[in-house]
């Protein structure tokens, strides 16, 4: 059996042409594609494709009943982790953009700093450095 890998995480949004730009603006990430219908979209994240689909493609086209993300729920029971060697400032550039703070920055005991913001879908994004 051939292995697998992870190609990508793909999230349901209401729009995906503002959640590209939003996670271009918060975070920095290149779009990598978007549908001209704009129902699909792709980040430039590596090795590991961060998606987004419209919840109304997902569940027309595919038939697939699940509950929509949403700022004003409790988040979903998943989190996106960004990684980098400036949380301070990585958080700061992601409320600047427009993400709503959940916990800001502080020191783990097992040596990760990081810090807690939802998108404008209400999914929740670590914002950490490097586990040591």
Do not use: H
Request: aromatic fraction near 12%; charged fraction near 20%.
């Amino acid at each position: 059996m051939a292995a697998l890998k992870l190609g990508y995480t793909i999230l349901y949004v209401e729009n995906v042409e503002l959640t590209l730009d939003f996670y271009q603006r918060a975070f920095g990430f290149k779009v990598k594609m978007m549908t001209t219908e704009k129902e699909y979209g792709e980040l430039d994240t590596g090795n590991t494709a961060l998606a987004f689909a419209t919840n109304s493609f997902v569940k027309i086209s595919n038939g697939i009943e699940f509950e929509e993300a949403s700022p004003t729920k409790v988040p979903p029971p998943v989190e996106l982790g960004f990684v980098t060697e400036n949380v301070e400032a990585a958080y700061s550039r992601a409320i600047a953009a427009g993400a709503i703070s959940v916990k800001e920055p502080v020191q783990k005991p097992w040596g990760q700093y990081l810090g807690y913001v939802r998108d404008i879908n209400g999914f929740l994004v670590e914002i950490c450095s490097p586990v040591s």
